[in-house]
């Protein structure tokens, strides 16, 4: 299997992307990494041990860790109005099995990279923590096999008019990471936003006889409403369970090289991530990009790994 560890901020899609993670036989968690977000990170932490032990046996042996509380330069933004006041908006959910690890987040990053080279980092939440440990070792870079990322956006975005919130909620931490030279993937919303917890597919995750695929469904048809309301979308859109799927299925995106510039100046565009989609500029091509995603496969393949948990 291939060695991963997950860095994000749960998160309702957070939590859906880790169950995903840890239920496919083609990737062996290392460890998974808290940072702030759509919560605070006392929250984040405590959300991601809850997430450990619903998925049971698959998360009992995965040390985690607590990362960046704040981003890097800017002030704390935080996404309560959708993902709940707690980041986990369910019934019932189990308290964590175990607590987090002595070490930071940061350290983890760097030791595991260092140990055995060729570890992916799924990212789903700000990068502060991956900033912080390539500045504490650029070679970090060279030694991860790549990073994948949910963030970001070909087009717009979608906590202010020009910017993604992973992007937004650190921007500066994205620009180091974006200019760091790591092989990157970004899997952003003009992607993510096509694929969507529908109402019909809730159904279908109910209907799995799995305890995380009826938690799952619960958790996503929590932010329906405000994708509703908000972007006049059909349900909640599958963010962060998408790069789990870039990891998993590649094939089932469409690709392409490009510049990616972080807007860090502060005004309308900031934490912008804007796209050398066509190749206009000369700027060397810093990630690649998903432009397009057979999102009705994709939701079949993570529908059916879901339901691989128990009642
Ligand atoms: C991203 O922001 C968060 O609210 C989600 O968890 C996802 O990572 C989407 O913009
Ligand atoms: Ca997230």
Redesign the pocket.
Known sequence: PLPVILD???????AVAWWLSLASPALRVLGVTAVH??VGLERTVRNTGVILALAGARGAAVPYFVGADRPLVRGAVH?EA??GESGLPAQDLPDPAAAPQAGHAVDFLLDTAAARPGVTVVA??PLTNLALALRLNPGWAAQVREVVW??GSTGLG??TPAA???AL?DPHAARVVFESGVALRMVG?NV?MTCLATPDRLDVMRALGSRVGSVSAELLGFYAGVYRQRYGLAGG?L??PLAVGAVLWPDLFGWKAMHVHVETQEGVNFGRTTCDVHGVTEEPRNAQVAVDVDEAEFFRRMAALLGSYPA
């Open positions: 994000g901020d749960p998160g309702l899609d957070d977000g759509n996404a959708v993902h789903t939440g949910m963030g979608n906590r993604e919130f992973n909620a919303l993510t859109a963010h962060d």
